[in-house]
């Protein structure tokens, strides 16, 4: 079952795990607009963390088409970075790159005693082995779309037909397939 959590408990709950383990990976799940970034940077300021952002490893133009999985996202590339970091070691990657839909000159994720990874179907088969602590940021799927159309309009972006022709039915499908809710060690509410 999932624990529901405040941001220090959380905190208190990966210290706990950094006592016992050289590398502690956590995942930071949830749908689209629901605060991943939020929380992730939130843990930043409370343990000494690095970030591996999710959407370094979300394709742009395979998220412009709806699956049950979030084929978009490149799995098996975000699996080789968290098991080169689960074994202290840094990572190098080529993220993707939004703006022109290829890929950004490569970089390092460093090793860390805690590791933050933030995306969306984060909470599947092939990634969840990879965690140590798996976290649903919890808001109902609406209140996410919605802020998710207003974060994109202030930075200048009308992706309202993606997010509620694709995005948010891509969601349905994943939730339905891989119920990652559930899945979750601990949820934490995603309010802002």
């Not at 412009?64 to 490149?74: E, I, P, Q």
Request: hydrophobic share 45%; net charge neutral; charged share 30%.
């Amino acid at each position: 079952m999932t624990e529901p959590a405040t941001v220090d408990e959380l905190a208190a709950r990966i210290r706990s795990l950094m006592a016992e383990r050289a590398v502690v990976v956590v995942g930071i799940a949830g749908y689209g607009g629901a605060g991943k970034t939020t929380l992730a940077r939130a843990l930043a300021e409370r343990l000494p963390a690095a970030r591996v952002r999710g959407d370094d490893f979300l394709d742009p133009l395979g998220s412009r088409t709806a699956s049950d999985d979030w084929v978009a996202l490149h799995r098996d590339e975000l699996a080789a970075v968290l098991a080169a970091l689960r074994a202290g070691e840094p990572a190098r990657f080529r993220p993707v790159d939004w703006a022109t839909c290829g890929r950004q000159p490569e970089q390092l994720a460093p090793a860390a005693h805690v590791q933050l990874v933030d995306a969306v179907g984060l909470l599947h088969p092939r990634l969840l082995p990879l965690l140590d602590l798996a976290v649903w940021v919890d808001v109902p799927l609406e209140v996410a779309v919605e802020r998710g159309m207003r974060r994109d309009r202030q930075a200048g972006n009308d992706h309202d037909a993606l997010w509620r022709e694709v995005w948010a039915p891509t969601e349905r499908a994943f939730e339905r397939r891989f119920r990652p809710r559930e899945a979750a060690d601990v949820r934490v509410a995603g309010g802002r």
